[in-house]
């Protein structure tokens, strides 16, 4: 592949929207010192800035209880103290997700995930705003006004997977989408009471959801809306969205009679085989595609994506995940506001701890702190100053981005070969001829890949026979396999231009960093 590019085009200045934020399984994890020691890495080395997660108010928190001996409501904010705290320490602040129900407070027994999340209404409204009341006036009072003003408040988490219309057994909101409008208008209410200046949003919802209903609904009751908040990963149509034949198995699974074994045999290959196919139904740059309609349904309003990720198993956690998340954002500069990847660590208790060191978790580094290939995505990205290019090279299963960095008098090209899975992608190479005019160039560059075969610490994993549990040397080794490395890449110069040449396995990435004179 051949691109020409002038050094001299319109440079635009961004904002690193993939840094706003980044997502954890749910609260009582962020106690653990392996949990902390990841997420201070994971600040200091790419940037995140916001922590989001689920389970505030679950009852491991011992957020909210009753008294054994009278009908008295009992609060601690201690554990919830001890996670603010820590993230104030190493310089990051809370997006607060507000959720999910304590058990003195739940309107049925409807739960969620391992550690039995409580997914229903509050039995008592007033109750609820009292309690939120309670919540938001400790944090203005232990960490001052301005600061808590600078945080974020995300009403409860995909209220579209409800009772009626979601995934039966597999849903995080127990009532419909009318009954989460009345959540949000009781919540956001009680909050903008205690100060009007905080910032509150949702719908949180899976799939880019309903953000017109939400947009709405608080025009027509008069409600504050600081943000519009959504999810999406690009195999949302397993949920039951998206391509016409989609099929929601979930709900289909817990309707169907058990006893019939036969029919429960036949949805399940046909599950499998549904599963196994369904990124022939994914396009190249999907949530991008996603982002651009959500952002005019925003109208307006900052658009936060406070969970995306890839979503494909061992496959997220190797170059094709990598790729994904390289491409994914750049092509949404100027589009999202702000996004926050699910997650940082596969210190993840969803289906209960994972055993397994690769096993296709959410994590950016396994549960012993391996760095993945999407890791390394990140990192390179963090390295990338706040201005770029305007002009965007591309061709067929390429994307070439270039950024000016005055800070260290560079020039950064960030060169990404991507495609979905089970689509045909092949490696190319790549010759770029710049055509630099007043700018000198040096006679080399620096190239960092990830690929196959480099910053890649699955391939290593697998080459050990995919080790359950790790001894202490196969983890270094993993560690090791994981670094990225520097390559020299040769600079050709002439009067007028500096060309180069490098190779872009399938799903690879590489950063080029060129010096100026």
Known sequence: MNFSFDLSEKIVDYSKHWEFSVGSCHAALALREDYRRQLKEAHSRLGFRYLRFHGLFHDDMSVLSRSLFSSEYLLSFANIDNIYDFLLSIGMKPFVEIGFMPECLKSGNETIFHYKANITPPKDKDIWVWFIKQFISHLIER????EVRSWYFEIWNEPN?????????GRFWSGTMQDYYELYRITVTAIKEIDPCL????????????????????????????????????????????????????????????????KIHKLLKHYMTFQADIWEKVDRGVLTEMARRAKEEAQGLPLFYTEWSSLAGLQTDGEFGASFIAKTVLDNIGIVDGCSYWTFSDIVEEKSMASVEFHGGFGLSTMHGIKKAP???????HRLPAK?????????TVDVYLFPDDRDNTVKIVAVNHHSLMHEIDTREVALTLRSGSVKLMERADLYRIDKRHANAIETWMQLGSPTYLTQAQQHTLE??????????????????????????????????????
């Open 388 to 396: 770029m290019y305007e002009n965007v090279l591309r061709e067929d």
């Open 480 to 517: 090791a396999a994981s670094e990225l490395t520097r390559e020299t890449l040769p600079v050709e110069l002439h009067e007028e231009s500096a060309a180069i040449r490098f190779e872009l396995p399938p799903q690879g990435m590489a950063m080029i960093v060129l010096y100026r004179l």
């Open 143 to 146: 960490y001052g006004r301005d």
């Open 199 to 262: 910032r509150v949003g949702g719908p949180a919802t899976s799939n880019n959801a309903h953000i017109p209903d939400m947009i709405e609904f608080c025009n027509k009751n008069g409600l504050p809306l600081d943000f519009i908040s959504t999810h999406h990963y690009p195999t949302d149509v397993v949920l039951g969205y998206g391509v016409e034949d989609s099929k929601n198995f979930v709900k289909e699974f817990n309707s169907t009679d058990k006893s019939d074994l036969d």
């Open 161 to 169: 997977l409800d009772g009626e219309n979601g995934l039966a057994g």
């Open 375 to 381: 890791y390394r995505a990140f990192e390179l990205l």
